[in-house]
């Protein structure tokens, strides 16, 4: 039994620690797979906007610094990071990162449906309901 019950903990643990990871590797993405220099360029940011966005990309420079803020609510670091780089980049030169880099969308969105896609429940089929029909001449047989 205390067999059982240890690799039922142990599971539990990885479990968290992967989806935690999945979450730090998305903030990760948000970070690498966009070109700061170019965004910059193209948004005439000032010298101290520039400085800002990257103290912002170096924030976390692991997963342990970054899961010691996101630990509870891992979620927490879209809306965090965008809300943040609004604030560095101002609402419409935002709107222009956010046209060109997330194709208008949110990207505290766009993190989140990409989180939802894995979700076990969206594999499910759909209940489908078959109507039954009576027989002509009323018989149940």
């Known amino acids: 039994m205390k067999k059982l019950l240890l690799t039922a903990m142990l599971v539990g643990t990885f479990g968290l620690t992967y989806a935690q990871s999945d979450y730090y590797n998305d903030y990760r993405r948000s970070v690498t797979d966009i ?3 170019a965004v910059i360029t ?27 803020v ?15 780089l609004e604030r560095i980049m101002g609402h419409d030169k935002y709107l222009k990162f956010k046209n060109k880099y997330y194709k208008g969308q949110n990207p505290v969105a766009v993190y989140n449906r ?9 594999h499910t089929e759909k209940k489908v309901y078959i109507h039954k029909e009576k027989n002509v001449h009323g018989n149940h047989h």
């Open 35 to 37: 070109n700061w220099a």
């Open 42 to 68: 193209d948004l005439v940011l000032s010298q101290t906007q520039a400085n800002q966005i990257y103290v912002l990309n170096d924030r976390y420079h692991d997963y342990n610094s970054w899961n010691k």
């Open 70 to 84: 996101y630990v509870h609510n891992p979620d927490r670091w879209r809306n965090d990071r965008y809300v943040e």
């Open 114 to 122: 990409n989180k939802n896609n894995d979700k076990k429940y969206k």
